[in-house]
């Protein structure tokens, strides 16, 4: 069916969603998509009825850009428009603006503005000022006659701490720039929204610290990048990059109850069309949840999911506790008019028994080893539990190579709280197509699942032969994948 239309924009609803005439009361969308129909039935398209270009699998309209540009720098503005210029196979997005008299606009200050208002991916990599636009004969604006922005970078500075060597190599490899200073603007040098986000992860492998794609776009120097990763104070994101895809739309993996969202890493690798993000726990400085229920956590979420993903279409993912979190968010969302295009459920259970941190934590590590298909001894001390568990979780992709002991000891007192999480929440129903995946072998009681039937109108449910711990392995996404895949292409997520 069709949406209801866009959240918070009459305007463009009206525009794009009108009177379907094969249908009474019916509403029709208008792609913009211009087609012909052939004598046997088959649609040959044509192109665009408007500006609406592509860029990395989302839908631009530069027009769009153009608006939220003139409405914050209209008094600096007298004209400007945004293309797309093609560099081999990187396609840019260029502003080019004509200044008033005694006005100048400031290139960084400018994309910092619009990063407030559009979604990264719509806030162009340069802005180039220029005396007028040049136009066709025809009075349209003449895109070949524009100048080509300049990438080159200044003076060179150099680095003056070790934070600042750091990133200016990540920015020299990602942008392929060998000449990179300490002041070099990272968008200056050609990067972008993509490479912005892989930046993150390189960020993260290098420092330990993750922080929001928001904060390249606001610091996008060496300097001023270094020190909101070393202060305390610096804003972080619980946003992870998993895989950048080919697709528009974006899947959303929210953590189980260990907290890590890398353990999507495997079956993300059979999904490549897709771009995914994955959210890990927040957390307090003892490592616990900083909400104690799942309400509070989804809407936590959400809340850097409306901020971060604005406008995009999303896919919400969850293996086990995190299908709860998920599930709750895509109950918000449809409450609120902007659901997400699916809801996928990996095994996740509506209902299940409270535990007992102090008494049910070997328990929990014995089942882990159970449905890892180790023989393991119920009486060996718990040190030994860890040291044997943890590494084959690690083989398996289940959690983050490397973790200590003591922090591994923390992720499993955290699945304990999740399970006391999912005992004590009531789930919402909502209207976004929705799928659950089981675990076969030795699944949970049917009736820890029939709720999710009942609380979505577009229910389906399919199953892998496998046990609940290594869903998500390497091995197990072989066939847990396409399961996905199918779905998603019959919700129109691909």
Excluded at 271 to 294: C, F, H, M, P, S
Excluded at 326 to 334: F, K
Aim: contains cysteine.
């Amino acid at each position: 069916g069709v949406a209801r239309g866009y959240h918070g924009r009459g305007g463009l609803t009206s525009e794009r969603f009108i009177a379907d005439p094969y249908s009474v009361g019916g509403r029709m969308y208008r792609t913009g998509d211009l087609v012909v129909r052939r004598s046997d039935g088959v649609l040959v398209y044509l192109g665009r009825s408007d500006d609406q270009v592509k860029i990395r699998g989302f839908r631009v309209e530069p027009g769009e850009i153009e608006a939220v540009s003139l409405d914050h720098f209209g008094d600096d503005f007298s004209q400007i428009a945004v293309v797309v210029r093609e560099d081999g196979d990187q396609r840019q997005l260029v502003a080019y603006g004509v200044c008033r008299s005694g006005h100048d606009v400031d290139v960084v200050n400018y994309r910092d503005v619009l990063g407030k208002h559009l979604p990264d991916y719509m806030v162009p990599s340069a802005l180039v000022l220029v005396d007028s636009l040049p136009l066709t004969a025809n009075g349209k604006l003449d895109r070949r006659s524009l100048p080509a922005p300049d990438f080159s970078s200044d003076a060179l500075e150099v680095p003056s701490t070790p934070s600042e060597e750091v990133l200016c190599s990540l920015f020299g490899e990602l942008t392929g720039n060998e000449a990179v200073g300490a002041t070099s603007n990272f968008f200056a040098l050609g990067g972008d929204s993509i490479q912005a986000m892989k930046l993150v992860a390189s960020i993260k492998n290098k420092f330990g610290r993750a922080v929001p794609v928001r904060t390249i776009f606001r610091h996008p120097t060496p300097r001023a990048l270094s020190l909101q990763i070393v202060s305390d104070s610096a804003e972080t994101s619980i946003f992870v990059p998993l895989m950048e895809g080919t697709e528009e739309t974006t899947i959303i993996a929210i953590h189980p109850g260990g907290g890590f969202s890398s353990v999507y890493s495997a079956v993300a690798k059979n999904l490549t069309q897709y771009r995914w993000v994955g959210i890990d726990a927040e957390l307090n400085d003892e490592g616990d949840y900083t909400a104690k229920t799942i309400a509070d956590i989804a809407e936590s979420y959400l809340s850097g999911l409306e901020r971060e993903f604005l406008g995009r279409p999303i896919i919400l993912l969850g293996w086990s506790f995190g299908g709860n979190i998920a599930q709750h968010m895509t109950s918000l969302m449809c409450e609120r008019g902007n659901p997400p295009v699916a809801l996928v459920l990996l095994d996740s259970v509506a209902d299940g028994p409270r535990r007992d941190l102090t008494k049910d934590r070997n328990s929990v590590l014995f089942e882990m080893a159970t449905e890892l298909g180790m023989s393991v001894q119920k009486e060996l001390p718990t040190a030994e539990w860890i040291a044997l568990i943890s590494t084959e979780l690690e083989k398996r992709e289940i959690i983050p190579k490397g973790l200590k002991s003591d922090a591994f000891l923390k992720a499993v007192d955290r699945t304990i709280e999740a399970s006391n999480m999912i005992a004590d929440h009531q789930p919402a129903p909502h209207y976004a197509p929705t799928l659950l995946v089981k675990a076969l072998v030795d699944s949970s009681p049917i009736g820890a699942y029939e709720k999710w039937r009942s609380l979505s109108s577009q229910y389906q449910q399919a199953g892998v032969n496998v046990s609940h711990g290594v869903l998500c392995t390497p091995s197990s996404s072989y066939s847990l994948a396409p399961i996905i895949e199918k779905f998603l292409l019959e919700n129109k997520g691909g």
